[in-house]
C-alpha cells in the first residue's frame, strides 16, 4: 500500500514552489510540487501550486520550512 502524500504549502509561482521543496530536500524530506491546473510552459497561471510531502513527514517538513532549513557554507573561505 503506498503511503498518501498530503500538501504542505501552496504558492502562487513555481519559482517560490522549488525554493521551498529545495529547503525540504536539504533537510532530507521527499516533496512533490502538484500543480493540476496548469500547463509545462506557465506552471501556475491558472492556480496555486502545492507542494507534497509524506504524511508520515509532515510535521518534519512544518519544521524545516519554519526554520528556513538552507546548507550552511564554510566561512573559511
Known amino acids: ?17 522549488e525554493m521551498a521543496k529545495s529547503m525540504l530536500e536539504a533537510a532530507g524530506i521527499e516533496a512533490y510540487i502538484h500543480a493540476p491546473h496548469s500547463n509545462a510552459l506557465y506552471p501556475g497561471l491558472l492556480g496555486d501550486i502545492k507542494l507534497q510531502v509524506k504524511a508520515s513527514d509532515l510535521q518534519k517538513a512544518r519544521e524545516a520550512l519554519e526554520e528556513g532549513t538552507v546548507l550552511e557554507e564554510d566561512e573559511d573561505d
Not at 500500500?1 to 514552489?17: D, K, L, R
Open 1 to 17: 500500500m503506498e503511503e498518501e502524500f498530503v500538501t504542505i504549502s501552496t504558492h502562487p509561482n513555481i519559482v517560490e514552489a
